[in-house]
C-alpha cells in the first residue's frame, strides 16, 4: 500500500514562481526522501531529511518536516522550464530502508 | 548518471513468457533493492537483497523471484507473465552506511 500521499496530484506554475508539494506519510519513519522522474524515465535522489530533522536546504529545494503531523513539504524556488517532472515523496523505514512512494505530484512549468 | 544500470532498457514478450531483468549496483553498495512502477499501483517496493542475502520481501508476486550474485550485480525474474506485469521496473542501491538509494534507469517491460 502506499505510504506517501502528494498533495497536490498536479501543478501548474509560470516560470520564476516557487512550486510547493505536500507529502503524508502514516507510520513512523526514519527518513523522507524526495524523488524527480522525468516523463517514465529514472528516479533522481533529490533530497533526505531524516526524523530528527526539520528543515534541510539544498539549492533552490527546501524540504520540512513534521513528524508529528506526518507530513512533508517540498519547495522548489525560482522554477524553471526544465522543474517539468514529477515529484515523489518516499518514506524510509525500518532497518532494510525499503521506501515506500506516493503516486507523486506532476509539475508542469510553463516558460 | 546514478551508477546503477539495467539491462535491458525495453522487453517486449507475450504471455507466459518468462524474462530476466538484470541490475548492477554502484561500485561499493551491498544493498539492491527492486521496485515496479505501474499507472495503477504507482511504485512498489519488491524485494531487497543485501550482500547476497535476501533481507525484505514486499508486494512481490510468488511468480516473481530475484537474487544477488558474489558480485554484487542482481537479477530479477518474471515468469508466467501476465498483460498486468507490464510496467517500468526499477533496480535502486545503496551503501551499507547511507540511507539514500540510487536508482537505475529502470526497465520498460511490455506483456503483449
Known amino acids: 500500500s502506499q505510504q506517501g500521499e502528494e498533495d497536490p496530484q498536479a501543478l501548474s506554475i509560470q516560470e520564476g514562481e516557487n512550486a510547493t508539494m505536500n507529502c503524508s506519510y502514516k507510520t513512523s519513519i526514519n527518513n523522507l526522501q524526495w524523488y524527480r522522474q522525468n516523463s517514465g524515465r529514472g528516479l533522481v535522489h533529490l533530497i533526505l531529511?531524516?526524523?530528527?530533522?526539520r528543515e534541510k536546504h539544498s539549492g533552490r529545494l527546501r524540504v520540512t518536516l513534521d513528524t508529528s503531523k506526518k507530513s512533508s513539504s517540498l519547495l522548489i524556488t525560482a522554477s524553471r522550464a526544465a522543474d517539468t517532472a514529477s515529484y515523489f515523496c518516499a518514506a524510509g523505514g525500518g532497518s532494510n530502508y525499503k521506501l515506500t512512494f506516493g503516486k507523486g505530484t506532476l509539475l508542469t512549468v510553463n516558460p | 548518471d546514478s551508477g546503477v544500470t539495467q539491462t535491458p532498457k525495453h522487453l517486449i514478450t507475450a504471455t507466459g513468457q518468462r524474462v530476466t531483468l538484470r541490475c548492477s549496483p554502484r561500485?561499493?553498495?551491498?544493498?539492491v533493492y527492486w521496485y515496479q512502477q505501474s499507472l495503477d499501483q504507482g511504485l512498489q517496493f519488491l524485494i531487497q537483497?543485501?550482500?547476497?542475502?535476501?533481507?525484505a520481501k514486499g508486494n512481490i508476486l510468488e511468480r516473481f523471484s530475484a537474487q544477488q550474485f558474489p558480485d554484487l550485480h542482481s537479477e530479477l525474474n518474471l515468469s508466467s507473465l501476465e498483460l498486468g506485469d507490464s510496467a517500468l521496473y526499477f533496480c535502486?542501491?545503496?551503501?551499507?552506511?547511507?540511507?539514500?538509494?540510487?536508482f537505475g534507469p529502470g526497465t520498460r517491460l511490455l506483456v503483449l
Open positions: 537483497y543485501y550482500n547476497g542475502e535476501e533481507r
Open positions: 535502486a542501491s545503496s551503501s551499507r552506511q547511507q540511507e539514500t538509494q540510487y
Open positions: 531529511i531524516r526524523s530528527n530533522e
Open positions: 561500485s561499493g553498495d551491498l544493498s
